[in-house]
Nanobody, 115 residues
Framework: VQLQASGGGLVQVGESLRLSCAASRRGFSFSTWDWYRQAPEKQLELVAA???????NYADSVKGRFTISRDNAENTLYLQMNSLKPEDTAVYYC??????????WGLGTLVTVSS
């Protein structure tokens, strides 16, 4: 599976963005499909995760502001980001782990929140 992330950009504090992660295959199974981010000089951080059964999990720092969802018909994972803060500035990566434990990563998309 190849993953293609898009939707990053430059926004002002309080604005919204929606990231998309398109998968190259249809009908695949996965253990988790999620979004990570890496801010400058910081470690990679799990932002939001979704299981095949649609259970979701969020980092405390984004709870109530970010929503992860997927469109099965479009083989796409989304991350709706509202009320963006400067500390949300990072490169965001789409990641998928299949049931065999294999990990797939997309190229990152940069989100910059300007104050």
């Amino acid at each position: 599976v190849q993953l293609q992330a898009s939707g990053g950009g430059l926004v002002q504090v309080g604005e919204s963005l929606r990231l998309s992660c398109a998968a190259s295959r249809r009908g695949f199974s996965f253990s988790t499909w999620d979004w990570y981010r890496q801010a400058p000089e910081k470690q990679l951080e799990l932002v939001a995760a979704m299981t095949q059964g649609d259970s979701t999990n969020y980092a405390d720092s984004v709870k109530g502001r970010f929503t992860i969802s997927r469109d099965n018909a479009e083989n796409t994972l989304y991350l709706q980001m509202n009320s963006l803060k400067p500390e949300d500035t990072a490169v965001y990566y789409c990641h998928l782990e299949d049931f065999g434990g294999k990990n797939y990563w997309g190229l990152g998309t940069l989100v910059t929140v300007s104050s």
